[in-house]
């Protein structure tokens, strides 16, 4: 059980895993600050426009059908969130980038939310045609599931603000003896698990992992001094830090990962996904939207699908 969190840090919650966590609940009592909600309200993909080339290159019953399905996982800025919980209609960078695609392929996406462990599985299945939940682009998940790459984010750390001891994170070992928090399901649980080793191999006590299916109670483990430091996205993280009330400090980047929009192997939508992003990077829409959510260091200057793993 959680004790409540004072209202001033609940309008920071929802920001700590962007794009890998499930959606919250009505119940939840997370909400996004204001600087998200005010930047949700900005249209900067309404003037995009169809480009029947690249419309072209979808498959002739996509383009009949003029509909794709997407699962979506969102909880928070700059991401995906939900600036009004009540109308459960998600804002952010991933659903900017998934609605200008569209617009440039001349097709709708109904958008299904979802919880970010689910949507992968759900690709091979059938359930969605694409997913989108700040996935980054890895060797295992290159296995199973192709990539439209549109930003560059990744790893990072986070403590909280008033924490001296912890320095910028540049190699796990500086965990050890530690209680991190990350999420379930995420690159962050699988990065922390596969390599406890390297505490004992230096002779150390290992570090301990708390993964968490909710956001905000990464965040209120966090608060509550329950881990440590935080594991998420750097885009997340960096965002979070921004946030007054959250009273977070970002520890800085550990691993750069693509980060792209999700397909089952062997997709036929991947090409034309790809030329889209292209497109938007041409036209100005893709800086408008990097603007507009503050991660123009994730920016990258051509999509590309399934590129191996940064190093």
């Not at 091979?124 to 890895?138: A, E, L, P, Q, R």
């Not at 379930?184 to 006590?205: M, P, Q």
């Amino acid at each position: 059980m959680r004790r409540v969190l004072p209202a001033v840090l609940a309008a920071a919650t929802a920001v700590v895993l962007a794009g890998c966590s499930s959606a919250p609940t009505s119940a939840s009592p997370n909400a996004p600050g204001a600087s998200a909600v005010a930047a949700a309200s900005q249209d900067v993909v309404a003037a995009e426009q169809k480009v029947d080339s690249i419309a072209a290159l979808l498959p002739e019953e996509v383009r009949r059908a003029g509909t794709l399905r997407l699962g979506g996982a969102g909880g928070a800025p700059p991401s995906a969130f939900y600036p009004d919980p009540a109308t459960k209609k998600a804002a952010g960078l991933d659903v900017d980038f998934a609605d200008a695609v569209a617009k440039v392929l001349g097709i709708t996406v109904q958008r299904e939310e979802a919880s970010f462990e689910t949507i992968l599985p759900a690709l091979d299945s059938g359930k969605y045609d694409v997913g989108t939940g700040n996935f980054g682009v890895t060797t295992a998940r290159l296995k199973t599931i192709d990539f439209v790459t549109y930003i560059d984010d990744g790893q990072g750390f986070a403590v909280k603000r008033d924490n001296t001891a912890i320095q910028p994170v540049t190699d796990l070992v500086q965990l050890c003896g530690l209680t991190i928090g990350t999420g379930v399901g995420t690159t962050f649980e699988t990065t922390l698990n596969s390599r406890k080793n390297v505490c004992t191999d230096a002779g150390r006590k290992p570090y301990e992992v708390r993964a968490f299916a909710d956001s905000g109670a990464v965040l209120t483990g966090l608060q509550q001094g329950r881990v440590d430091v935080v594991m998420s996205t750097i885009n997340g993280l960096r965002y979070q830090a921004g946030q007054e009330a959250s009273g977070t400090k970002f520890l800085g980047e550990f691993h750069r990962l693509d980060v792209g929009f999700a397909f089952k192997k062997g997709s036929p939508l991947t090409p034309a996904f790809q030329a889209a992003v292209n497109q938007l990077i041409k036209d100005g829409t893709y800086t408008r939207i990097l603007r507009k959510w503050g991660t123009t260091d994730s920016a990258i200057t051509e999509s590309r699908i399934s590129p191996p793993e940064h190093p």
